[in-house]
């Protein structure tokens, strides 16, 4: 059993952004300890933790019998942020998903585009916005994916990270940061393609058994691939100390294409679930939430999320994250990781 009295709980350092390559070592810095406590977000416009994009602007009657259609939603919490590097970053204390970030684009029912991303937040403890990268990113995807039109302008999940990266970095409009992505498409055959830079992740469920998923890509423990926007200025005086940051391009996130089946379930997250559960435990959820009648969609993730945050609150789980760690120092830890929590759930009709 991997709790047991006495083991040691944990309070969880931010993720890393400052690779030194030439001793393979992460440095951590002045690691912030999160507190327990979370901030819940209102339920005002933006500030609400759902979102469906089911009949939004389409009648699912319209689809033809032989293409497939999709509902899709979206669940949310973020960390607690009363921490003193948040107090100067108005930006990162409003966002609603904390440093995360998603974006559903529903250009009908049977065309659907939706990712998420999650910011760096090891930025914040220098005193930037470390969710500014993020949310810019997701906005400029769902920008770029609602001109697509699968018969005429079609681009890969790769090529919209690609085109949406390159224009908020010609543009200018972030200062610094660092964000994993995912982005994908379901078309009207039944196709998800996938595009996975970083540590969050897309797994598809069929008939509650996870049958597809994405791997993660890192460059050591808590470091992930990350599209990083940097000033000059701080990556000479990075080299000049002999290091550099990590710094990936669109071109290094892995691609992956799978064909659905109705009833399958999608779910596209960032690492604040997969740092505290399971597949397996994705597994058992899924399984209970079929047993249970009259669930629609919308509260199968809200119920998903708020299951999460309480394990990442809790001292005696076995995270996937702690499990980890015991092995990195050789010593038994316990404990969820509190962090932002954003769960896009698509499902195939």
Known sequence: MFVSPGLRSFRLPNRSFYYISHSSKIISGNYSLFSKRLFFSGSQNNFNNQYSSNGQHYDPSSATTNQFTYKSVVAYQPKDRDDVIYQKLKDSIMSPTGEDNFFIQANSV?????????GVGGWAEHGFDSSAISRELCKTMAQIS??????????????????????????????????????????????????????????VFRKEKLTYQTKFQTVGFNAPYQLAIIPDAMLKEAAARGGSYIQNVPSDADEYSFQLQKDDI???????????????????????????????LQQVANEFVTDVVKLSRDPNFPSVFAQEISKLYGKEYRGGKEDDITVVMVKVE
Do not use: R
Request: glycine content about 8%.
């Open 146 to 203: 609602s001109t697509l039109n699968p018969t005429k302008i079609q681009l890969t999940p790769k090529q919209i990270i690609d085109e949406a990266y390159n224009k908020i970095k010609k543009e200018k409009i972030v200062q610094v940061g660092g964000t994993t992505a995912v982005a994908t498409h379901f078309n009207m055959n039944g196709t998800l393609t996938v595009a996975n830079l970083g540590d969050s992740w897309c797994g």
């Open 266 to 296: 999608i779910i596209i997250a960032t690492d604040g679930v997969t740092d505290n559960i399971a597949t397996d435990d994705m597994e058992l959820f899924l399984k209970d939430k079929k047993q249970e009648t009259h669930t629609d």
């Open 110 to 118: 049977s065309d659907l585009y939706a990712g998420v991303a999650d």
